[in-house]
């Protein structure tokens, strides 16, 4: 029997009535990966003996009434999350030996409330870039059409549960690598509010806008993985303390008395045809459920990619300077003196697209430009904030496309970065903001790629964005709906 088809949702009260045991599930989700694993490239490591064990624990916690709401669910984790005396690359040859040890805040709270960690994912290197084939240990590959990319930076994330390799995951989003590979591969990704969910153990890349959110089949399912994640942590300075909300039971039947806003500049010129009917088709639904449309406008749409990539660089060029062969991670042992090592170091434990990033980043902080970059992109930054706010004013919530495209083949931008990073136009606005954003699945193209819907809500107003999208995935039928690998 293949358990490892079921919603989370499903397989909770599948546990609960005793008609399967979490071993089922884990065994069927190992079967899974080594059925699809040479083909989709999803994991970087597979700890299928401690699932294992970890199933039987999770099964006597049952027997004695002991267990925690997830108790028994297989999850994938990217591997940028730190996992005690488990390895944790960031998809680098620089962390290639590193072992954490300690557990990232999010780790903690899923393995308390009864989750299973079944493996760590493939992603883009320390998490820069949007297909995940900047990684170290391979390129995972679109579950639903060999040779097209699985998105990124959480790749892997979405492969893994897209292929029923597990029932759901985690990854981060720092502009838009949770809702863009789930986009592409036809799953569920939330992008919480900036300081929702606790970034202790997050590998950092850009701190002021990484956010760590849930990938899943279903919204239901979306909901229960934020019940958990969510919530104040005192070890993260950007965690904000808030009233604790049960996102399963905020969702509700029905959109009437919400309002819904098109934002006019997500639909201009290089949106491609497909998604855009896509996009019109949901939008509609979303109007039959009840919903109010307006239309809005986020005027300075065209200044993010440029605000992004100066903002985001710098950051990493400062957080990674840490990796310098010194204390841990990859050293080049042949150097004969200091800087020699340095240099050996990072010009080989690190790969182009960090090193590009790494020096645009370190120009744009350099002095005599900090004003001329860096600053001026924090002062737009702002602007755009307060285009959000504008909007929200006028309505509830945003809905549009994650990407411009499809999925589109392998390799077919990886010689043209500027192609790269326009791919991310209307997912990196939310990670400027820090506002919620997420991607459900809308539909497929001719070519059968699955097709993604938007959704961006004001601060802290996830439980919004989980109504209208579970009204839109009621309407559209997508739920659960796995890639055939």
């Known amino acids: 029997m293949d358990y490892n088809t079921y919603t989370v949702s499903e397989s909770l009260e599948k546990l609960a009535s005793g008609e399967i045991c979490c071993k089922d599930l884990v065994t069927s989700c190992l079967r899974q990966i080594e059925k699809s694993e040479d083909r989709l490239h999803s994991f970087i490591t597979v700890f299928s003996e401690e699932a294992l064990a970890r199933a ?66 493939t992603m883009d290197e320390f998490a820069m870039g949007s297909t995940s084939e900047t990684c170290y240990y391979g390129v995972p590959q679109n579950p639903w059409q060999d040779g097209y990319v699985a998105g990124g930076s959480s790749g892997g994330s979405a492969t893994s549960v897209a292929s029923g390799q597990c029932l759901a995951s985690l990854g981060s989003d720092t502009g838009g690598s949770i809702r863009q590979p789930a986009s592409l591969c036809g799953v569920v990704g939330m992008k919480p509010t900036y300081g929702r969910v606790s970034r202790y153990g997050l590998v950092a890349f850009a701190s002021s ?40 039971t905020s969702i509700a039947e029905g959109l009437k008395g919400l309002k819904i806003g098109v934002p006019q500049e997500y639909f201009g010129e290089g949106l ?10 949901n939008i509609a639904m979303a109007k039959d459920c009840g919903a109010q449309i307006v239309e809005v406008s986020l005027p300075h749409t065209d200044y993010c990619v440029a605000a992004y990539y100066l903002i985001a660089p710098a950051e990493a ?14 050293r080049e042992m042949e150097a004969e003196t200091l800087v020699d090592m340095y240099k050996r170091t990072r010009s080989e434990g690190f790969g182009a697209e960090v090193k590009r990033r790494i020096l645009i980043g370190t120009y744009a902080l350099s002095s005599g430009y900090y004003d001329a970059y860096y600053k001026k992109a924090s002062q737009v930054r702002t602007v755009i904030l307060q285009d959000f706010k504008n909007a929200f004013q006028q309505c509830d919530a945003l809905i549009s496309a994650v990407t411009p495209t499809p999925a589109w083949k392998v390799g077919e931008k990886a010689d043209d970065p500027l192609a790269m990073y326009l791919s991310d136009i209307f ?34 107003k996830e439980d919004t964005l989980l109504t209208i999208a579970y009204n839109i995935e009621k309407a559209n039928g997508l739920a659960n709906r796995l890639a055939p690998v």
Do not use: W
């Open 427 to 460: 997912s990196l606005s939310a990670n400027l903001a820090g506002i919620p954003g997420m991607s459900v699945p809308g539909g497929f193209s001719t070519k059968g790629l699955p097709i993604g819907i938007q959704l961006q809500g004001p601060h802290f």
């Open 317 to 330: 060029s400062s957080n990674l300077a840490r990796y310098d062969g010194v204390v841990y991670g990859y």
């Open 272 to 281: 491609d045809e497909e998604v855009e009917k896509v996009v019109r088709e």
């Open 209 to 248: 806008l990484d956010q760590i959110g849930p990938l899943t089949r279903s919204v239901e399912d979306c909901a229960l993985l934020m019940n958990t994640i969510a919530g104040y942590d005192k070890r993260d300075s950007t965690s904000v303390r808030c009233d604790r909300v049960d996102y399963r």
């Open 56 to 121: 039987d624990e999770e099964d006597e916690k049952r027997g004695k009434k002991e267990s925690g709401p997830l108790s028994g669910i297989p999850l994938s984790v990217k591997d940028l999350l730190c996992t005690k005396d488990r390895q944790t690359t960031c998809g680098s040859k620089m962390l290639q030996n590193f072992v954490p040890p300690y557990d990232a805040t999010v780790i903690e709270k899923l393995e308390k409330d009864g989750a299973i960690i079944i493996g760590k994912t």
